[in-house]
């Protein structure tokens, strides 16, 4: 067992509306960054280029593409499900024993000084997430306060019609493309409004960013000296009021966890003829 303190954990999601906590498993994150280094470096054909220091290797014209692999790389292997159950201590003691994760989550990479790699600052409701569901946000190296996201606290809570978004000019992708299926809205909006409060919060790799998708954050602009490459997955409670999507999409879930009395009730339906099981009122 970790030392993860979850009392003060949960009290910092419920006031502040996120929290940050050390990964209870730090073999398995410095793994997948040792894996996905070793991919960047393959992709560009130099063992000297780090995380760190892509922005120096990879030319304009190359980075849609290597992005792209990175994806496409993160995604087949599964890393976001392995993140997820190398961490489950953590995951479990904040949002339950029954739980599911992103299949296709948004991996990052934003280059220094480039507005381009960023989409500003948003609440993932705009885009239709669930304040049932949980983001975190995965560093693969340290961010400082120049290159790392923003948050601000308290607006968990603020309803929605509090901040007024204008639509940003349309974006040259669509519904579905490369580039939406990387985290870039192809209806981007901007949000306005009194956000001088906003605070940048930085994280050492190894820590991770838990907070619910209608916070305010983001970034704007990375104004640090590292390429920021990070992963923002999503876990939800299996019986949370949503409708639980099991395509290959940003949009789909898969199971990650399951208690055993959801397990044995699942088994005792399944044996049950449906007729037999809504008579007795199980269904
Ligand atoms: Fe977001």
């Known amino acids: 067992m970790s030392e993860l303190d979850f009392a003060s954990l949960r009290t910092s999601y419920r006031d502040l509306g996120l929290c940050k906590a050390k990964f209870p498993d730090f073999d398995s994150i410095r793994d ?97 997430q669930s304040p049932f569901e949980v983001a975190f946000h995965v560093p693969f190296l340290d961010l400082d306060a120049d290159s790392c996201l923003q948050f601000l606290p308290g ?16 974006s040259d992708w669509n519904k579905g493309s490369r580039k939406h299926e990387m985290g870039f809205p192809y209806a981007p909006k901007k949000l306005v409004g009194d956000l001088s409060a906003v605070k940048p919060l930085p994280v050492e790799f190894g820590e991770v960013v838990i907070f619910p998708p209608q916070i305010v954050h983001g970034q704007e602009v990375n104004r640090g000296q590292v390429t920021r490459f990070s992963v923002d997955f999503r876990v939800v409670n299996t019986f949370a009021p949503i409708v639980m999507r099991k395509d290959l999409t940003s949009r789909g879930y898969a199971p990650l966890s399951e208690s055993a009395v959801a397990s044995v009730a699942q088994q005792y339906l399944d044996n049950c003829s449906r007729n037999d099981a809504s008579e007795k009122g199980y269904a």
Request: hydrophobic letters at 35%.
């Open 32 to 128: 997948i960054r040792d894996l996905l280094e070793s991919k960047l470096q393959a992709i560009l054909g130099s063992n000297e280029v780090r995380l760190a220091t892509y922005h120096e290797f990879a030319s304009d014209d190359e980075h849609e593409d290597v992005q792209w692999k990175m994806v496409q790389y993160f995604w087949s292997n599964e890393l976001c499900m392995k993140i997820g159950q190398s961490q489950l201590e953590l995951l479990n003691a904040l949002i339950g024993p029954d739980l599911h994760i992103q299949r296709h989550p948004f991996f990052r990479i934003a280059r220094p000084n480039r507005n381009e790699d960023n989409i500003g600052l948003h609440r993932d409701n705009y885009y239709g």
């Open 155 to 170: 607006s968990h809570l603020v309803s929605e019609s509090a901040y007024e978004t204008v639509p940003l000019d349309k």
